[in-house]
């Protein structure tokens, strides 16, 4: 089984996108983070719904989910928040290994 994955979520305001990636960072909850611009479209509330919102992907260890999720609920400000995890089957040895020195546990400011 995988150790590592990354974490999706998205928004529609950039304050809470860098609210989040800035505590889960702090926290070392993710070793770092990618954010763009995407078009979403969507039900909700019966009505299909095209908005557009930033996606937020991180990478970070599966043991560290429910805390990532944790962090993302706090701040973020919907009332249904996508939070997706994404195993990570390969990747480059020296990638990985920083992933998990930045992950520490005893780096953690938790």
């Known amino acids: 089984m995988t150790k590592y ?7 529609d305001k950039l304050e809470i ?7 889960l960072l702090e926290k070392r909850l993710v070793s ?4 763009s611009n995407i078009e979403s479209s969507y039900w ?10 930033f996606f937020i992907q991180m990478k970070t260890k599966k043991e560290l989910f429910k805390e990532v999720e944790k ?3 706090n ?3 919907y009332e249904t928040c996508e939070i997706m995890a994404y195993g990570i089957e390969q990747g480059n040895d020296k990638f990985l290994k920083w992933l998990e020195d930045e992950t520490n ?6």
């Open 5 to 11: 994955c990354i974490v999706t979520t998205t928004c």
């Open 17 to 23: 996108a860098n609210k989040i990636i800035n505590t």
């Open 32 to 35: 770092c983070c990618q954010m």
């Open 44 to 53: 909700w509330e019966g009505e299909i719904v095209k908005e557009p919102e």
């Open 71 to 73: 962090e993302i609920l």
């Open 75 to 77: 701040v973020h400000d």
């Open 105 to 110: 546990s005893k780096n953690n400011k938790i």
